[in-house]
């Protein structure tokens, strides 16, 4: 498993860690807002109009409303990354990662105007009766780019793993855990079992469950979160201000909390951002698709309320809770994930300003760091080292009251080796405290308000709904592009092994899950966005001569 993160982090390296990433997904954005001239600003009030059901008409081809077209694809959008993906960025970043998902949504409302259009103009009825669309049908019909609708079906398929059905399956295992201590196995066991009984009903059942569940689970989270947010009321203008003010030097160190460079944090806050709304990446077209009209400009409209509301608006909730509570730069009792320990050589504390220098410089990939992997030998005494000459960072942080232990509970003596920072015994449980990210953090933040301990439930429960209903939306997403690469008989096969990985990730290393997500994400990211721009001058006349349309309507 540790070689596999370590290629998983390699590749991400290459793709969406890469410096040229964030500019190409935002450059798209940018050049669709100004050629499009603002769309997300000018046609945000008709958005809402459609959306309400003005402009349905029932005898439209499609399978489903644009309401349960929306709330469909919400569902799969508003999941872990609204609850562990912005903790992840604000622990990777600090605050001004948060400014930078903000500007990813606000330039993906319309790229996700942009996609949906074209891909609902592209759409086809299959073989079953039902509706099928998404980048791959305009890259095929309107492009007659038929290598790249396949690439970009697979990265799909690919993608419905490693961003709809591994993270939110992992999420929800974790914050289980952590809050009522069931067994991960248990949960992933029990999730798998009634995703099946879901998604075997099609679209329809899938659309029915998203339209009751996606209002009902954002009533909850937003009650529990506003909770914290009255509470330490008084930070949250001071949060707002470290958002602004970090954006462009980037997050300083604060607590635990080595700090970010504004490169990492710039990196950082745009990929979780696209993880999160998921505009550009292709995802909420397939589910667009199915919607009742002959306007495919109308139910681009519908999308681009889809990165305002997850971001802007939730995501923007959830960061307000992790920063006004303070609990991102504090560190919190856990046990350590292998993937994010790292032994270095030298002895480091995070109170001596040169050592946190140092510390920031490794962290952040700084040229010329001092900092190098510890290999050797540390003896180790009922759990506890008596040796020195190295530093524990677990998670980004100087882990303190370290304690290492063989399986669950016994305290580990001997001589522990250590090889290029990490330790050569596999069955060593490592436990003390440190900064903490993902789902455990916000968990944690949600106690520090109005309702105590109580609020870690508010979380566990938003997040089961969000993260399920994320992986049912995607199982749709996944089965759509198998029906375009091998046909409708493809269908059930993917679903079972679909199940099968949901049940999976459960147990699995929460790093590794996050490290096959950011990679898969990019890999369908980048053929959609590249099929967008070559249509553009076809976007534009699309959307021209609805809006024309509905100016004659109005006279």
Not at 30 to 38: A, P, S
Not at 126 to 139: H, K, V
């Amino acid at each position: 498993m540790e070689g596999l993160f370590n290629f998983l982090t390699s590749v991400d390296g290459m793709l969406g860690g890469a410096d040229w990433f964030p500019f190409v997904l935002l450059g798209v954005g940018l050049f669709f807002t100004i050629y499009l001239k603002f769309p997300q600003i000018r046609f945000f009030k008709h958005a809402w109009m459609v959306v309400t059901g003005k402009f349905d008409h029932n005898d439209d081809p499609g399978d489903t409303t644009h309401f349960r077209a929306l709330t469909t694809a919400l569902s799969g959008t508003v999941g872990t990354g609204n609850i562990s993906g912005v903790a992840f960025a604000i622990f990777l970043g600090g605050p001004a990662a948060l400014f930078w998902m903000w500007a990813t949504a606000f330039l993906g409302m319309t790229t996700k105007f942009v996609e949906v259009t074209l891909s609902h103009k592209y759409r086809v009825k299959t073989e079953d009766g039902t509706m099928a669309g998404g980048p791959m049908y305009f890259m095929d019909r309107g492009l007659n780019m038929k290598w790249l609708a396949v690439a970009f079906a697979i990265a799909t398929v690919i993608c419905s793993f490693g961003t709809g059905n591994l993270p939110q399956s992992n999420g929800i295992a974790t914050s289980i855990e952590a809050t009522f201590g069931i067994d991960p196995m248990i949960v992933g066991g029990v999730l798998a079992v009634l995703l099946a009984l879901v998604i075997l009903g099609g679209i329809q059942r899938i659309a029915a469950f998203t339209a009751r569940v996606v209002p009902l689970m954002a009533v909850i989270y937003l009650i529990g979160a506003l909770a914290v947010i009255f509470a330490n009321i008084e930070n949250v203008v001071p949060s707002f201000m470290a958002v602004i003010s970090d954006a462009f030097t980037g997050s300083a160190a604060a607590g635990g909390f080595l700090g970010a460079s504004l490169a990492y944090a710039f990196n950082r806050g745009v990929n979780r951002g696209l993880f999160s709304n998921e505009a550009g990446q292709g995802s909420a077209p397939i589910a667009h698709a199915a919607a009742k009209t002959t306007e495919p400009a109308s139910e681009g409209m519908v999308s681009l309320l889809e990165p305002f509301i997850d971001t802007i608006i939730i995501c923007t909730i959830t960061g307000l809770v992790i920063l006004s509570s303070g609990v991102w730069k504090e560190k919190h009792e856990n046990v350590f994930d292998r993937s994010d320990m790292i032994f270095v050589a030298g002895e480091y504390s995070d109170t001596v300003d040169a050592d946190k220098q140092a510390l920031y410089n490794y962290l952040n990939g700084v040229s010329g760091s001092e900092l190098e992997n510890y290999t050797g030998a540390i003896t180790v005494v009922n759990g506890t080292a008596v040796t020195g000459g190295y530093t524990l960072i677990n998670a980004r942080s100087v882990a303190e009251d370290v304690q290492f232990l063989v399986g669950s509970e016994d305290p580990f003596s001997g001589t522990l080796q250590i090889k290029n920072g990490k330790p050569v015994k596999e069955n060593l449980m490592v436990k003390g405290k440190s900064l903490v990210h993902s789902a455990p953090l916000t968990t944690i933040a949600f106690t520090r308000g109005w309702f105590g301990d109580f609020g870690q439930y508010i979380v566990s429960i938003g997040l089961l709904l969000f993260a399920f209903s994320t992986a049912i939306a995607w199982s749709y997403y996944g089965d759509r592009a198998m029906t375009y690469l091998l046909g409708p008989r493809s269908i059930m096969p993917y679903r079972v092994i679909y199940v099968a990985g949901f049940f999976w990730a459960s147990f699995s290393d929460t790093t590794l899950v996050w490290a096959l997500s950011a990679v898969a994400i990019v890999v369908m990211t980048l053929p959609n966005l590249f099929g967008i721009v070559l249509l553009s001058k076809e976007m534009k006349e699309t959307m021209d001569h609805y809006w024309q349309r509905v100016k004659e309507s109005e006279k």
